[in-house]
């Protein structure tokens, strides 16, 4: 079926152009790569396309045209699909230009996994999230490369999600290697390879950890080599090469950015590929290592299970011990290493061009055509948002039962909570009426840890639910790191518990924001604690308690 021919009833201004929009155009990242392949599919089906962007590398000057220029250059007939995982400063030109408008979700890096390390990245993080809420009146409706990233876009209230396989031309990681650098890396060590920016979230301080184990208890002549940019003046970048030199491995190969033909090299050469990133939308250099035929070890955290689709070994440890423990039996063990070489080749299949390119036209055709159904009218929302992360996870701990209470006194109030266990894949929020009570639960963007003590994991999606709600975020539990988010982003109307059983040496800013709007939770009060919050809440008009 043609996507311009099709037996279903056009809409009243079906679009003749289909162009897309990112912040900056960049030679060899995944987002780029991504817009210049959709620019190829869109121009074979028959429309008029072309990537505006802000920003763009030397290389691709000619590849791009200005943001500026679209809202003249755009018309009533055109469809715009805006790719969305950075602060862009973009909204304004999207809310002026005609036509109709979709996203394009690669999902955005939590800001807490730059703290410490790169503030104003932190910062910008956070404004993408502030630019997504911002957008959702705008779009029709939206794509997203996971059902994590798909959950958050849904938290969000953007109407008509879709979930997407990633389109990729993998006839581009076809370039012959350097000859010069295989020659390097072909001297019989075992080569363990991480491709990607050396920013904090890919976490490359864990793949240098379990590399140091890995060479150490398993392989002397193990060599690490990594890929991509990396700035030595940068505080992350110092870091790294501060903790090699305190972990003292021999053979740790930084590349920075190398060309098509030296990451060939590195891919040819490869005993493993190892990810320990800490929040990927979607992971293309995972399957760009099955594509070459590279085992891959992965840390399972965010969209990274999805990506791996049952192939590789995805881990859900950051113990340095442990993971270097698969690597070190995807060498040892030749009946394995086939195995998951041979589930990476099925996974793949999966994720063929032809097969892929059909989904995307037929997710694409009803936005296309004008023949997206009106959004349902939302439900009126709750009043107060009882965020108990613990909830899930923890049903029986002091706060759990605390959000369970109070949710019994309100009316019109939901709890949000963590998802439990090992979550499957879901396109959305899981929602649960249980007594009366409404539970929303979310994937949390990191593995729960196996210790019971051990702080809970964020939830982006979660937090994004709760930014963007009306209702009044409660936060059971002012200690967590979802809690800590949304206190930086919603100090004046939030109200929390702290619990008197925890050290309290962090909480100093907490008290000072909060004041009068955070409780203490006690083991004997839990009663008390319940009835006084309700009280306090229905006396500000935030709810009515039963």
Known sequence: ???????????????????????????????????????????????????????????????????????????????????????????????????????????????????GFERKVAQACTAAREELLALRPLVECAYAYSGFSAEELVAAGVPHVSVLPFAMDWRAFDTPADPVLRAELEDGCANVLFVGRAVPHKRVDDVLRVFTAYQRLYQPRGRLVVAGYLNRETPYGGYLHGLRDALGPERVLFLGRVSAAQLSAC?????????????????????????????????????VPETMGGAGLTTLSRDPVEVAGLLAVLERNPKLRGQVLEAQRTRLEELGQDAV??????????????????PRTPEAPASVDLVCPALGPHPDSDMARLALRVAEKLGRARVLTLRPGIPSPRAAPEVVQDGGIETWRFTPDEPLSREPSAELPGASSLETAVVGSPAVPVLLGVDTASARELLARLPSRTWGVEDSTRPDSSRAEVRRLLDTRLLELKPSSLATT????????????DAHAR
């Open 530 to 541: 319940a009835a006084r919050l309700a009280g306090l809440l229905a006396r500000t008009g």
């Open 357 to 374: 390119a059909l989904r995307w036209k037929q997710a694409l055709l009803p936005f296309l055509e004008g023949t997206l159904e009106a």
């Open 1 to 115: 079926m043609s996507i311009l021919r099709s037996n279903r009833t056009t809409g009243p201004s079906a679009a003749r152009a289909v162009h897309q929009l990112v912040p900056r155009l960049a030679w060899g990242d995944a987002v780029g790569n991504q817009a210049r392949y959709l620019r190829e599919l869109l121009r074979g089906w028959g429309y008029a396309s072309e990537i505006y962007a802000e920003q763009w590398d030397e290389e691709c000057r000619e590849q791009v045209r200005p943001a500026k220029d679209y809202p003249r250059e755009a018309g009533a007939d055109s469809a715009l699909l805006i790719h969305h995982s950075f602060e862009s400063r973009l909204v304004p030109l999207v809310a002026r230009s005609p036509g109709r408008k979709a996203l394009v979700y690669h999902n955005v890096t939590p800001a807490r996994l730059f703290q």
């Open 267 to 303: 891919f040819a050469t490869a005993t493993a590929y190892l990810s320990m990133s800490r929040h990927e939308g979607f992971g293309v250099p995972l399957l760009e290592a099955m594509h070459r035929g590279v085992p891959v070890v992965a840390h399972g955290a965010a969209a």
